[in-house]
């Protein structure tokens, strides 16, 4: 597409043939005119189809439409021919017009195939794109249907275990309420003697207190799990605090000729806890050691402490161990569950020390929430449940220990722990 003497007259005419363009295609038109005029002199059109491949992309990149972008060589070519015409004598004007005609013909066709493959390139971009998209989106409410299966199974959980709740806690609050009842007719009858009465307004008590512990255990699980629980920290140590719970549980253990073994429980340094909430969670550890341990068992408390080698903070293990029923291994998690008790909920019998009888379920989730929230944790292990076998269960315990106190030469004595005529801290 060499020819010289386009090549001279379009170098001459350059100014002139560029400023007739003039708004938004303005440079379009300088460069096109650049590239045409490269193609005449040199006869190879790289530059060319270099500016018309950028002006293709940038058109389709700003949704400009095919006709208004070839409207510009179109233009180009005009104003050229009619400067030829005006300026150069007809025949050398002809072989200018020819030659000028090729290179913008050329520029036109190869500006519609730049435009064309822009735009298949963008969609099919944007087919990609979308196409990515959607399987995001499947992939998304895939994982919201796995998540809505099991919320919902969950809420029927929930659902299931509110209505054995309701069926137990209606339970556990009508036996001491019907002995309290019965207990208080029988003193409004009043035709009994001192003792008698004595005797009656002790189970009255008895049976006050037991509905009093129901709801107490309510009430604890609440604020476990509204995270309302507030926890007085203060030192003590855990060897005196684990001789008052054994104390205190020491005649239901005695009924059921239980042999209770302290082990490594006076080499612990002292920890920062709240007493009334550990003594409720240890509590309730031993007691369920009691309950679900056949008469004449063995109990074991045995304290250690940790002192990791990665210099992380030292902590305290407690472990409850029976020679109990033990615990199936489906159950060993579950029964952290509140309302949560192995077996049937319609067999259970109502007390705290007789062989499996059973509460509302409350004792080991309310263990685990008050132990959680001194920055411990609580575990059980068993190798099964057999009432035959009697293979037994360990309920472990780690609490944080402040490293100070484990350093301390010589600690402080513990305030001691108050206690009164009926072993009640
Ligand atoms: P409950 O009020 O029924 O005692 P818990 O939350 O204390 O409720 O215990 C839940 C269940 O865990 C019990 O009903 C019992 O089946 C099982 N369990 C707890 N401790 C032991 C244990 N030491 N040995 C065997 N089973 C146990």
């Not at 299966?149 to 339970?171: C, G, P, Y």
């Not at 556990?172 to 029988?186: C, H």
Request: aromatic share 4%; with cysteine; net charge negative.
């Amino acid at each position: 597409m060499r020819d010289d003497d386009l090549a001279q007259w379009l170098s001459d005419r350059a100014a002139l043939l560029c400023e007739a363009e003039t708004g938004q295609d303005a440079s379009f038109t300088a460069a096109l005119f650049e590239g045409v005029l490269d193609t005449a002199f040199g006869g190879e059109t790289q530059l060319l189809d270099s500016v018309l491949g950028g002006a293709a992309d940038h058109a389709v990149a700003v949704g400009r439409d095919l006709s208004g972008l070839l409207a510009v060589p179109d233009r180009l070519r005009r104003h050229i021919f009619t400067r030829i015409e005006a300026e150069v004598d007809p025949e050398p004007a002809l072989r200018l017009i020819l030659a000028a005609d090729l290179i913008l013909h050329h520029a036109t066709t190869r500006l519609i195939a730049d435009y064309l493959n822009a735009l298949t390139k963008t969609q099919e971009g944007i087919a990609a794109h979308l196409a990515a998209r959607q399987t995001e989106a499947e992939r998304k409410l895939m994982e919201r249907t796995v998540e809505l299966a099991r919320a919902n199974r969950e809420l029927m959980r929930l659902e299931k275990a509110k209505a054995d709740f309701i069926s137990i806690a209606a339970h556990e609050l009508k036996t001491p309420l019907t002995s309290v009842q019965g207990y208080a007719r029988m003193l409004k009858e009043g035709a009994y003697a001192a003792d008698q009465q004595a005797t009656l307004l002790a189970g009255l008590q008895q049976g006050a207190d037991r509905l009093l512990q129901i709801v107490e255990d309510m009430l604890i699980i609440s604020a476990i799990e509204t995270d309302t629980l507030n926890l007085c920290p203060e030192r003590l140590s855990l060897a005196r605090l684990i001789e008052l719970v054994v104390k205190q549980r020491v005649h239901s253990a005695a009924g059921r000729r239980h042999e209770i073994r302290l082990e490594g429980l006076a080499e612990l340094p002292e920890i920062k806890a709240d007493q009334i909430r550990l003594h409720q969670a240890l509590s309730n550890l031993l007691g369920n050691a009691i309950k679900f341990t056949p008469d004449g068992g063995q109990i074991t408390i045995s304290g250690q402490l940790l002192e990791p080698e990665d210099g992380s903070a030292p902590q305290i293990k407690l472990t409850i161990r029976d020679s109990g029923i033990g615990i199936a291994p489906e159950d060993r998690e579950q029964i952290f569950e509140k309302f949560y008790r192995t077996g049937d909920v319609n067999r259970h019998s109502t007390s705290k020390s007789k062989f499996k009888g059973a509460g509302p379920g409350l004792g080991l989730p309310i263990a685990r929430g008050l132990i959680e929230a001194h920055g411990g944790r609580l575990w059980a292990e068993s190798p099964g449940h057999d009432e035959t076998n009697l293979p037994g269960s360990a309920f472990h315990l780690v609490l944080p220990v402040d490293p100070a106190l484990v350093t301390e030469a010589d600690p402080p004595p513990t305030a001691d722990l108050l206690i009164d005529q009926d072993n009640q801290i």
